[in-house]
């Protein structure tokens, strides 16, 4: 039988806990930009429950430049991309997605109004939502499964190589082919 360590006089410790921080720290970026007294955005502040499972979402932004904002959450915050056009649904689209701040957790159920002025001024409105798994991570890849409405499947992030002075922010989004291909990028419908 397993016995768990006493001190001397008998008394087995209890375990203890550990305290997790109500602040998401790396969400310095994120705050620095905006002004929670004036935006509806959530600041991060609370921290989610855990869920079991991986959010995914997609929110359109109309901001200055319509964009898409991918965000897959990884531990206490959401990863994030502005996709310039309409995320792909097929295999054999490939979209640009430029790495953003991490947005807080709660940012994955915002829709709503960033007001003129604002960092991120316009309309945000949940385009896709669902779970995700990760398959495969590493510092310029991510291999994912997308249970959303919209996007369903096996998908790649991958991080591009930066030309001369540009920036180390661009990646490529785009769907796996059900036989697990690369992208059908040639393939013809
Ligand atoms: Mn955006």
């Known amino acids: ?29 994120y705050r620095r930009k905006r002004d929670f007294e004036r935006t509806p955005e959530p600041s ?28 897959l959450q990884e531990g206490s915050v959401l990863k994030s991309w502005a996709v310039p056009k309409t ?3 097929k295999a054999g689209e490939r979209r640009l997605a430029v790495e953003v ?3 807080p957790l709660d940012y994955g159920a915002f829709e709503g109004t960033i007001p003129e002025g604002e960092y991120g001024a316009g309309t945000v409105k949940i385009w896709d939502k669902g779970t995700y798994e990760l398959l495969e991570a590493g510092p310029s890849k ?14 790649v992030l991958v991080k591009l190589r930066p030309g001369e002075g540009e920036k180390d922010k661009n990646w490529l989004f ?16």
């Open 1 to 29: 039988m397993a016995s768990r360590k006493t001190d001397v006089k008998g008394v087995i410790p209890r375990p203890k806990r550990e305290r997790r921080t109500p602040l998401c720290s790396n969400l310095s970026g």
């Open 44 to 71: 991060g502040a609370r921290l989610s429950k855990k869920e079991p499972r991986l959010l995914y979402v997609i929110q359109r932004h109309q901001a200055s430049r319509l964009h898409y904002d991918l965000r």
């Open 87 to 89: 995320p792909p649904e």
């Open 101 to 103: 701040e991490d947005h």
């Open 142 to 155: 991510r291999l994912v499964s997308i249970q959303g409405r919209r996007l369903k499947g096996t998908y």
């Open 174 to 189: 785009f769907k796996m082919k059900d036989d697990g291909t690369e992208t059908g990028r040639r393939e013809k419908a």
